[in-house]
C-alpha cells in the first residue's frame, strides 16, 4: 500500500544544475501538490494540479516548471537551482476514494550548494 | 499577516495532562480546518478536519471551531510523550478541491 511515493530521498546540487523530482500515487487522487518546507516558513504550496491536464501556480512557483505526466503522476522540475531552493519537498495527493484528505509522501531533502 | 497563525511553542505539558493547541485565521471565507501532526523528518500526517462551528472528537483528540472568531483549536487530553511532535493548522477555501494555506506549526513537547 504505497500511498504518494517522491524520488529521490536526498539530492545535493550544485548551483545552476536542474533536476526532476518525481511523485506517484495509487489512490486514484485526481488532485495533486507540491510544497515546500522551511524552517520557521511551514509548508507553501509551489504548483498544483487540481486534476490531470492541468496545472496551477501555488504561492511560491518561481524557479519551479512541473508537468501532470497522467493521473498517478505529477513532477517538480528546477531548471536552475539555487541555494533558496534549498529545502524539504512534498508531494501531496487528495481525491474523493480518501474523502478529499490530502495525503502526503515521505518528502525528499534537497541541498543545493 | 500570515494567513495561517500558529504559536511556535514549544508547548511544554506533562504526561496525562490536556494540550491545548491553538490558531487563528485571516480569511473569513475560509470553510475546512485541518490539524496535522508532524514528526521530526516525517511528513505531515492528519489527525482531524472540522467544517462546522462548535467541537468534534475523536478518540482523545477534541478540535474546536469558532469561525466568528477565526479561531481553531486542538485539544490533546491524556498527553502522552508519543504526542511530542510539531502540529500544523492547515485551512482550506473549499469543502471539496483542497489547496490548504498551513500555519508554521506549534511543537509539543510532552514529558513523562
Known amino acids: 500500500n504505497a500511498g504518494v511515493t517522491q524520488t529521490p530521498k536526498f539530492q545535493v546540487l550544485k548551483t545552476g544544475q536542474s533536476m526532476t523530482l518525481q511523485c506517484a500515487q495509487d489512490?486514484?487522487?485526481?488532485?495533486m501538490y507540491w510544497y515546500r518546507q522551511d524552517p520557521g516558513m511551514g509548508l507553501r504550496l509551489i504548483y498544483y494540479?487540481?486534476?490531470?491536464?492541468?496545472?496551477d501556480k501555488g504561492e511560491v512557483p518561481n524557479g519551479y516548471n512541473v508537468s501532470r505526466l497522467n493521473k498517478r503522476e505529477f513532477s517538480l522540475r528546477l531548471e536552475s537551482a539555487a541555494p533558496s531552493q534549498t529545502s524539504v519537498y512534498f508531494c501531496?495527493?487528495?481525491?474523493?476514494?480518501?474523502?478529499?484528505?490530502?495525503?502526503f509522501g515521505e518528502g525528499s531533502w534537497l541541498t543545493v550548494v | 499577516q500570515k494567513e495561517v497563525e500558529q504559536n511556535s511553542g514549544p508547548l511544554s505539558v506533562p504526561e496525562g495532562a490536556i494540550a491545548s493547541l491553538n490558531c487563528t485565521y485571516s480569511?473569513?471565507?475560509?470553510?475546512?480546518f485541518f490539524w496535522y501532526r508532524q514528526y521530526s523528518g516525517k511528513s505531515p500526517e492528519l489527525i482531524m478536519f472540522?467544517?462546522?462551528?462548535g467541537d468534534k472528537e475523536d478518540g482523545r483528540f477534541t478540535a474546536q471551531l469558532n469561525k466568528a472568531s477565526q479561531y481553531v483549536s486542538l485539544l490533546i487530553r491524556d498527553s502522552q510523550p508519543s504526542d511530542s511532535a510539531t502540529y500544523l493548522c492547515?485551512?482550506?477555501?473549499?469543502?471539496?478541491?483542497?489547496?490548504?494555506?498551513f500555519g508554521t506549526g506549534t511543537r509539543l513537547l510532552v514529558s513523562p
Open positions: 501531496a495527493s487528495t481525491g474523493a476514494s480518501s474523502g478529499n484528505t490530502i495525503y
Open positions: 489512490m486514484n487522487h485526481n488532485s
Open positions: 494540479s487540481a486534476s490531470e491536464g492541468t496545472t
Open positions: 480569511d473569513r471565507g475560509s470553510q475546512s
Open positions: 472540522i467544517y462546522s462551528n
Open positions: 492547515a485551512v482550506s477555501m473549499n469543502t471539496g478541491f483542497q489547496k490548504l494555506v
